[in-house]
T-cell receptor, first 109, second 115 residues
């Protein structure tokens, strides 16, 4: 399977804390993307990081990419209850997008 | 931004019946659309790639005779689940490829429940 791994599979933290999710992929990439999915809903694109970038910021999101280790991380700072969702890393393999297994994030008020 | 819609958003059907799900790109033309299936608490798994005017390419393990895909226009792809069974109950998500090679826009998904 081309699917990579995300860890943790589930993460529960208190509102205001930071949440970090990690992703391991298996192929060479041009870029890697992170998506959010609220329960039973569609996907929302969060951020894209290119292979020549090591870190990228967008609001409360910080994404890192280490192509030598084939890994990426997503950090959400100052979490809010509305951040409760599943988060997926996505990369292109063999002309099609491959989804990581996802991290289910729960923010407790 | 580009919008992809799906219809219906949810459907309940009896075992043995067929269900059609539509995926539309609302403000752009999509020569390529993708169909994914997602079981509860799992990731998205690609079922097939749909190219306008040609036969869909199915992923290994996906029955092409059971999941019929038609991409008759640049803005519409349909997925028909034939002779649906309870194990076909899932969340089906389509996406459409945009102008850029890495641009893909996702629909809101269709929840299928087969009784």
């Amino acid at each position: 399977s081309q699917q990579g791994e995300e860890d943790p599979q589930a993460l529960s933290i208190q509102e205001g804390e930071n949440a970090t999710m990690n992703c391991s992929y298996k192929t060479s990439i041009n870029n890697l993307q992170w998506y959010r999915q609220n329960s039973g809903r569609g996907l929302v694109h969060l951020i894209l990081i290119r292979s020549n970038e090591r870190e990228k910021h967008s609001g409360r999101l910080r994404v890192t990419l280490d192509t030598s280790k084939k890994s990426s991380s997503l950090l959400i700072t100052a979490s809010r209850a509305a951040d409760t969702a599943s988060y997926f890393c996505v990369w292109k393999g063999a002309q099609k997008l491959v989804f990581g297994q996802g991290t289910r994030l729960t923010i407790n008020p | 931004g580009a919008v992809v819609s799906q219809h219906p958003s949810w459907v309940i059907c009896k075992s043995g019946t067929s269900v059609k799900i539509e995926c539309r790109s609302l403000d752009f033309q999509a020569t390529t659309m993708f169909w994914y299936r997602q079981f509860p608490k799992q990731s998205l798994m690609l079922m097939a790639t749909s190219n306008e005017g040609s036969k869909a390419t199915y992923e290994q393990g996906v029955e092409k005779d059971k999941f019929l895909i038609n991409h008759a226009s640049l803005t519409l792809s349909t997925l028909t689940v034939t002779s649906a069974h309870p194990e076909d109950s899932s969340f089906y998500i389509c996406s459409a490829r945009g102008q850029g090679p890495d641009t893909q826009y996702f629909g809101p998904g269709t929840r299928l429940t087969v009784l």
